[in-house]
Structure formats: structure tokens, C-alpha cells
């Protein structure tokens, strides 16, 4: 089963607005990661959150992460049309080497 | 910097046939990672190896999977026979993992091999 799962499936805003997407996971974690895939291509990674952090900023993306309620989330402001991707999260587990476990993905389409 | 690196990037073949997937990972990772992603099953991690050696090959679909990584730069996938329900795209990842599972990095992916099983 999937450690993470993303929320929502698909998602589809106009250029300009803020894309919010949500990851649940069931096990407790070192960290949390966010990868955006862009049609055809391989999985980019975007940024990291450990466990003892809440917030995190890079550029555009804002990720938070709640361990208590195991769920993170990914926030991109002010959309553009080149942010249209698959955005994945992905855990690891405790005591379980590097392995990620990756979530079935959020589809974002951004309208321009 | 060179990334992580596959090939083909496109494997067309008939049922029965072997096929060879190849990674070569970013100079200096220890650790590599052969996925699947399809549709029905998102993305999945068939096996993984730290400094050359396989620590987990429990998502290998089944014995006509195999895996190896003779050296610190190169990987292979081979599937023999191959099936028509192993059409799916695989990703090579590498990444550098510490002593300190805390401080893990993050994985670099190749840009896949689709492979489509006729």
C-alpha cells in the first residue's frame, strides 16, 4: 500500500492563483519530500522537510508538515502556465535505509 | 553536472523477448533505485542497492525480473521473457545516503525508459 497519498487527484487553476495540494501518510518519518514531474520526463525534487520542521519556503513553494496529523502540504503562489506537472510527496520510514515511498500524485494544470 | 542517465529511452519489443534496461548514476551516489510507473500503480520501487550491494528487491514483480549493478557507475534491469503487462515506463534514481538516515539527500531521477511489451 502507499505511504503517502496526495489530495487532490487533479487539480486545475487559472496563471496567477495559488495551487494548494495535500499528502497523508501512515507511518512516522524522517522526512518528507515533494517532486514535481513534468510530462515524459523523470521525477525532479523540490524540497525537503525533515520531521522536526514545520514550514519551509523555496521561491514560490511553501511545504508544511503536521506529524501529528501525518499530512504535509505543498503550496505554489501565484501559478504559471510552466508550473502544469505531476507533484508527488514521498516519505521515508523510519529505520528503512533512504528508501521513499511515493504518493499517486497530484495532476496541476494551470491555465494561462 | 551529468545526471542520472538511461537507455533507450524507448524499447519497443515482442512478448518472450529479453530486454535490457542500462542506468548509469551521478558520479559519487552510493545508493540507486530502479522504479515502475504506470498508470494503474503510480510509482513503484522494484530494487535498490547501497555501494553495489541489492538491500531490497521485494517489489520485483516476480523471477523474470533481475537486477544488477557491478560497479559504482552502471545498473541493468532485464526482464526475460518479457510480457505485454510489463508495457510501463522505469526510472533509474540515485542518491547519496549517509550513515545518518536523518540526513539523507534526495533522489536524482534519470528521465525514464518506456517500454512497451507487444
Known amino acids: 500500500s502507499q505511504q503517502g497519498e496526495e489530495d487532490p487527484q487533479a487539480l486545475s487553476i487559472q496563471e496567477g492563483e495559488n495551487a494548494t495540494m495535500n499528502c497523508s501518510y501512515k507511518?512516522?518519518?524522517?522526512?518528507l519530500q515533494w517532486y514535481r514531474q513534468n510530462s515524459g520526463r523523470g521525477l525532479v525534487h523540490l524540497i525537503l522537510?525533515?520531521?522536526?520542521?514545520r514550514e519551509k519556503h523555496s521561491g514560490r513553494l511553501r511545504v508544511t508538515l503536521d506529524t501529528s496529523k501525518k499530512s504535509s502540504s505543498l503550496l505554489i503562489t501565484a501559478s504559471r502556465a510552466a508550473d502544469t506537472a505531476s507533484y508527488f510527496c514521498?516519505?521515508?520510514?523510519?529505520?528503512?535505509?533512504?528508501?521513499?515511498?511515493f504518493g499517486g500524485g497530484t495532476r496541476l494544470m494551470v491555465k494561462p | 553536472d551529468a545526471g542520472v542517465i538511461q537507455s533507450p529511452r524507448h524499447e519497443v519489443t515482442e512478448m518472450g523477448q529479453e530486454v535490457t534496461l542500462r542506468c548509469k548514476p551521478i558520479?559519487?551516489?552510493?545508493?540507486l533505485f530502479w522504479y515502475r510507473q504506470t498508470m494503474m500503480r503510480g510509482l513503484e520501487l522494484l530494487i535498490y542497492?547501497?555501494?553495489?550491494?541489492?538491500?531490497?528487491d521485494s517489489g520485483m514483480p516476480e523471477d523474470r525480473f533481475s537486477a544488477k549493478m557491478p560497479n559504482a557507475s552502471f545498473s541493468t534491469l532485464k526482464i526475460q521473457p518479457s510480457e505485454p503487462r510489463d508495457s510501463a515506463v522505469y526510472f533509474c534514481?540515485?542518491?547519496?545516503?549517509?550513515?545518518?538516515?536523518?540526513?539523507?539527500?534526495?533522489?536524482?531521477f534519470g528521465d525514464g525508459t518506456r517500454l512497451s511489451i507487444l
Open positions: 534514481a540515485s542518491s547519496l545516503a549517509l550513515s545518518d538516515s536523518y540526513s539523507n539527500q534526495p533522489q536524482h
Open positions: 542497492f547501497n555501494n553495489n550491494v541489492p538491500i531490497d
Open positions: 514521498a516519505t521515508d520510514q523510519d529505520n528503512a535505509g533512504n528508501m521513499l515511498t
Open positions: 558520479s559519487g551516489h552510493n545508493s
Open positions: 507511518t512516522s518519518i524522517n522526512n
Open positions: 522537510i525533515r520531521s522536526n520542521e
